[in-house]
C-alpha cells in the first residue's frame, strides 16, 4: 500500500511535485532541439499512485518531466477556470471536463475517458468488513470516511450507496468528510475513521493481494464513475504524453491498479 506523498505550493496554488525526470540518469528521446519539456498536470487524487507510474514510465521513454498536482477534481475545475498554470486535466468525473470543453478552454476533441472508478469499503483491519458489505453501519466505529460529496465524484458515489443501503442519515453523525479521497484515504489509513469508502486503486498495488478487510461496492449501487482527462494547451510534449496514456502499455498499467478501462 502506497502513502500519499505530500504537496508543494506552486504560486497560489497547491502543487504536488512527481517529476519523473530523476526517474531516469539519461534521456532517451528528446525534442527536436535536444531540449527536456516540463509539463503540469492535475490530477484527481483516486488516481495518483497509477499517474506516477504513467509518469515515470513516459519519462523513460521520453525524457521529459511530468510534475503532478493532485486533489479534488473541484478544486482542480476552479483552479483552472481561473488560470492555474496546467496542461492537462485528469478530473474524477466526465462533468467538470464536459464543463471546460464548453468553454472552450480545452484543445478541441481533446476529451477522452482514461479510466473507470471502482468504489471499496474498506478497513486496515483484518475481518472488520463483510465482504458482502452487510451489516456494515452496526459495526462498532466511531466514524467511517468518505470524500466531499459536493467536491468529489467518490464522495457521491459513497453517498449513493449509503442512500440505496437506506443509512445516509442514521450515520450522518459518525460521517468524516475528506476534502478528496485522498484524504479520506488518510482518515482510515491513520486510524482516525475506522473503515471508508475509497477508491480500489489506493488500496490495490500491482501483483499483490488487497491487505485488511472490505466490501467491493457493486457498480449498480452508484452512477458510473467515469474519469475523464482534456488536454489544455496545445503542445507536442502534452500530446505525446496524452498518447501513452491512452496506448496498450498505458492502458493495462491503468487496469493494474484497478480500474476499468474504456
Not at 1 to 26: D, H, N, V, Y
Not at 29 to 53: C, E, M
Not at 102 to 131: C, E, H
Request: net charge negative.
Amino acid at each position: 500500500m502506497r502513502a500519499l506523498k505530500s504537496a508543494f505550493l506552486l504560486g497560489f496554488f497547491l502543487i504536488g511535485a512527481c517529476g519523473s525526470k530523476e526517474a531516469i540518469p539519461e534521456a532517451k528521446k528528446l525534442n527536436f532541439d535536444g531540449s527536456r519539456q516540463s509539463i503540469r498536470v492535475a490530477v484527481a487524487s483516486n488516481f495518483a499512485d497509477t499517474i506516477k507510474d504513467l509518469a515515470n514510465r513516459f519519462t523513460e521513454e521520453t525524457g521529459h518531466e511530468v510534475i503532478l498536482a493532485f486533489g479534488s477534481s473541484g478544486k482542480h475545475f476552479a483552479q483552472i477556470s481561473h488560470g492555474a498554470p496546467f496542461d492537462v486535466f485528469f478530473s474524477a468525473d466526465m462533468r467538470r471536463p464536459q464543463l471546460l470543453e464548453g468553454q472552450g478552454a480545452i484543445v478541441p476533441g481533446s476529451r477522452f475517458t482514461y479510466a473507470v472508478g471502482k468504489v471499496i469499503l474498506w478497513s486496515p483491519k483484518n475481518d472488520y468488513v463483510n465482504s458482502t458489505g452487510q451489516g456494515f453501519e452496526d459495526l462498532d466505529f466511531r466514524y467511517i470516511a468518505l470524500a466531499n460529496p459536493k467536491l468529489a465524484p467518490y464522495g457521491r458515489a459513497a453517498q449513493e450507496v449509503m442512500e440505496e443501503r437506506g443509512v445516509w442519515q442514521q450515520l450522518a453523525d459518525r460521517l468524516v468528510r475528506g476534502e478528496n479521497i485522498g484524504q479520506a484515504f488518510q482518515f482510515v489509513m491513520s486510524g482516525n475513521a475506522d473503515l471508508g469508502f475509497v477508491a480500489l486503486s489506493q488500496v490495490k498495488v500491482p501483483g499483490q493481494e488487497l491487505q485488511g478487510s472490505w466490501w467491493l461496492v457493486p457498480q449498480e449501487l452508484y452512477s458510473p464513475i467515469e474519469q475523464q482527462a482534456v488536454q489544455l494547451k496545445d503542445n507536442p510534449t502534452v500530446a505525446e504524453f496524452l498518447a501513452f496514456v491512452q496506448s496498450d502499455i498505458g492502458l493495462e498499467i491503468i487496469r493494474e491498479y484497478g480500474y476499468g478501462t474504456p
